[in-house]
Each structure stands twice: as C-alpha cells, then as structure tokens.
C-alpha cells in the first residue's frame, strides 16, 4: 500500500492515515458573519476533480506505537 | 470449409443517432438514468427523451454493484424511498417481461458489539413503525438462517444477533439494465451510446440543452443521472456540489456449488456478501478512503475484505477471488442522495447515491420522472433536496448505508 510521508512520524502506511479530503479549506475568518448556505458551502461543499487533487490527512497519535 | 455465423440475437434496443433536440435529456445511461426514461413514458406520456451516455450503456456503477437489494433504512424519509423501490422490484419482471433473476432470499444485517444490537433493534422498530418488514434475530436464530455464518462465541467479535428483512434480496444488475431500455427503447426514447456531455447550452441562466462530443442537442429540460461524475458536469455548469467521488471495489470468486443462501452484510467485521444464481459469491466492503475516478482502489482494501469474509464463513477458506473490479461512488456527507431542481432553470441533479443506488432504481426513477415532468420534486424526493445542506436537514444514513466511508 502508499506509503505516506509524515512530517512527524516518518513514513507511514497510509491505512494509519485518516482522511480528510481537500486540502488547504481555510476556516472561515469571520463563521458568525455567514449566512446559513455560505455556512453550508464551507462544512460540506468541496471540490470533485477528476484528476490530481491535493488531501489533507493526520494520523491519530497513537498511530504505530508498540504494543505491550 | 466455410462456416456462416450464426444469426445475431435481436437487438434490445436501437442505436440511433442524436436528434437536433429533445423535450428531455438524461445524462447517464445507467440504472437510474433509464429507470427515470421509462417512467417518464410510463407513467407521464413523455417519450421524446435521450438518454445519453458517455460510455456503453450501463457501463459504469450499474455494471459493478453487488447487486443487494433491501429498504431497511433508519429515517423515515430513506425507509419510504427504498420501501417504494422494493415494491417496484416486487412487480417489475412481469411489467418488463424480463427474467432478471430477482431473488428475495432476505437480508442480514449482523451486530456484534452492543452498539450493534441497540443500533438494530432501533432500526428493526423503526421499520416496523414505517410498514417495512423486519425482525430482530439472536444468535441462534442467526444460524437457523444462515448456517455457513460463524456463530461461535469464540472469536474476536461474535455474532450476538441480527436485523433480518425477509423481502430483500438481489437481481441481476446488467439484466435490469437492459429489461429497462428495451422498454424505453420501445416507447421511442433515443438511448445513445459514446456521447459524451461536454457543457451546457443556455440562454441567459437558464439551461436550453447540452454540448456532446457528437455535436450540440436542444432539450426544454435536462436531468443528470451520472452517479460518480455529477461533480465534473455540475462544474460545467458552475454549480458545486456536497459530493466526493471515491472508489467502491468489488469481487467475485468462482463459481462454487450453492452454500449461501441469503444476503449477509456486517458493519463490524466489514464485508457483505451473497451468492449469485449461477454460483459466484459477490462480495464487498468499505470506499478506498481517497478521492478517484479510476475505476479501481487499492489492494489492502481487498485484503482486509477477505479477512473480514473468513472470519464470518470459514467455508469460504478455500474459495478464489476470480476478479476485482471498481466503481465510482458519489458520496454525500450524510450518505443519502440529492434529488430535485437545481438553483439553473432546467436543470435536474439526481445524485449522491453514493454506495447505495442499484437497489433504489425504480423508485429513484419514478419519483425523478415525477420531478423532471411537473417540474416539482415527488414527495417521496422531497426530504432529498440540495437546500437541506443549507437548512441542516440531514438525513444521516451511514449506519444504515453499510458500507464504510
């Protein structure tokens, strides 16, 4: 599978990776100043190409620790 | 010695050429694309109409599926919509005169974590509160069902129950396919292959046909019905949409003598499978978690697929997967679809069916035909609109959707 480097941990498999869909969506500056479908566009609006994209993903903190 | 081919069979339906317009347009020959087609004449007397697609007919999520065919939905407003979907099934074979193998061998959800059963017994409730059948089964009962299911209490996660729905099933997906368009074919709806949309025809804002590789068509009305690619036509037409198209795999093993006789599908220990009429087992599990067009998603997800099978049917040990292959699934943050008008005069989005749509066929037909032909959505589309993202009216259905995301 992808192996994914993480600025943190190293590179990872990215099964330890959860993903979080378009990269870089800012929250918004002012959220109390939106209306109700500006507010929308920001939680669930994202960008669909068919083609490269850039994803944001993290991995939790725990992710490849040893067991005991 | 010359042999002379045998006679072709009969075409199911024409290939004709792209007319100058049409009072309606569908942008997507597969399931739902040609449900909605032939309702549209069915039921509403509207038979200048193209269906047009990209690719070959049902080619793309129709062609790929794992067939399961069930109305055992959470919310009222998915339970309706599925629940008229599977009354449809009950009758469509006879109405299309095609034997496509539509088999109610029922539908086993399994729990096994509390949360499972408490999710289940709410849910066999609820459907039972909305006219839908289900049962709440225990382990034993379980087994009765589905014998080849491991309900051993020895293993990481057993099977403490299930919800049962006895009038679900699966059909033959290509075959329902092509029982639609013969009949919309028949009613006179153009059905045509490798056109491609490639942008929109409008006067001022409002929609007035469309653009394809086969040169421009006139409609009064356009409705897309193209599942995974929705968000590349809607950016044609400058519109966004709630939707990530990601990759939903599926496989096949060989054929294998008939062990399994109903539909399984666990949430927990991930995987759904059943076994086809003619001895395949059709399996599948959760998204490649990444967003793609590909028609293909990565080879850990398989695996975990095949771990998840061997632990829940040990019989299944020395089975051979035959074939993987992909789909494209258009997902909406709350696993349910969208349905209705959009902000574009014209213009119809029927889409974010996401890992659920082959069993919703006729019912997303008939309700989208009722739409597109009056211009308002059908009743049972209502609750789907594009504005309930704006007003927070989700209708949340991962649970029920089964398929991990």
């Known amino acids: 599978m992808l192996l994914i480097a993480c600025p943190w941990c190293g590179e990872r498999e990215e099964l330890e990776f959860h993903y979080g869909g378009q990269a870089h969506v800012a929250y918004p500056a002012n959220p109390e100043g939106l209306s109700d479908s500006e507010w929308a566009e920001y939680l669930f609006v994202r960008d669909n190409p068919k083609g490269p994209s850039r994803s944001a993903g993290h991995t939790p903190p725990d992710a490849g620790a040893g067991s005991t | ?405």
């Open chain 2, 1 to 405: 010695m010359s042999h002379r081919l045998p006679e072709h069979p009969d075409w199911l339906w024409r290939t004709p050429d792209p007319k100058r317009s049409y009072d309606v347009i569908i942008v997507g020959a597969g399931g739902h694309g040609l449900a909605t087609a032939y309702y549209l004449a069915r039921n509403h007397g509207i038979t200048n109409v193209a269906v047009l697609d990209r690719g070959w007919l049902a080619g793309g999520n129709m062609a790929r599926n794992t067939t399961i065919i069930r109305s055992n939905y959470l919310c009222e407003e998915s339970a309706a919509l599925y629940e008229h979907a599977l009354k449809l099934w009950e009758v469509l074979p006879q109405e299309l005169e095609y034997d496509f193998l539509f088999s109610q061998r029922g539908v086993l959800n399994l729990a096994h974590t509390l949360h499972d059963v408490r999710e289940g017994t709410r849910r066999v409730n609820a459907n039972r509160l909305g006219g839908v059948d289900a049962e709440w089964l225990d382990t034993d009962q379980v087994r009765d069902f589905c014998p080849i299911v491991n309900t051993s209490p020895d293993v990481r996660y057993p099977v403490l129950g299930a919800t049962l729905q006895p009038r679900a099933g699966i059909a033959k997906h290509d075959h329902v396919a092509w029982a639609l368009a013969r009949r919309a074919d028949e009613y006179g709806v153009d059905l045509i292959q490798d056109c491609e949309v490639t942008g929109f025809l409008r006067d001022g804002d409002r929609v007035i046909g469309v653009r394809t590789n086969r040169g421009p068509i006139n409609a009064g009305r356009v409705a897309l019905a193209a599942a995974g690619h929705s968000s590349v036509l809607a950016d044609l037409a400058g519109l966004r949409l709630p939707v990530q198209s990601h990759p939903l795999q599926a496989l096949v093993s060989e054929l294998l003598e008939p062990v399994h006789p109903t539909v399984v599908m666990s949430n927990h220990v991930h995987v759904y499978v059943s076994q086809a009429h003619k001895g395949e087992l059709v399996m599948g599990a959760g998204v490649d978690a990444y967003n793609g067009y590909g028609q293909r998603g990565s080879f850990h997800m398989i695996e975990h697929q095949m771990a998840a099978a061997l632990e829940l049917f040990p019989i299944f040990a020395r089975a051979h997967v035959l074939r993987t292959w992909g789909g494209i699934v258009d997902v909406t943050p709350d696993a349910s679809p969208i349905i209705g008008p959009t902000p574009i005069e014209n213009l119809y989005l029927n889409c974010g069916w996401g890992t659920g749509g082959f069993k919703a066929t006729p019912s997303s037909g008939w309700v989208y035909a009722h739409t597109i032909a009056t211009g308002e959505p059908h009743p049972l589309a209502e609750p789907f609109a594009l504005e309930r993202f704006t007003t927070g009216a989700l209708i949340d259905e991962h649970g029920a959707a089964a398929v991990a995301h």
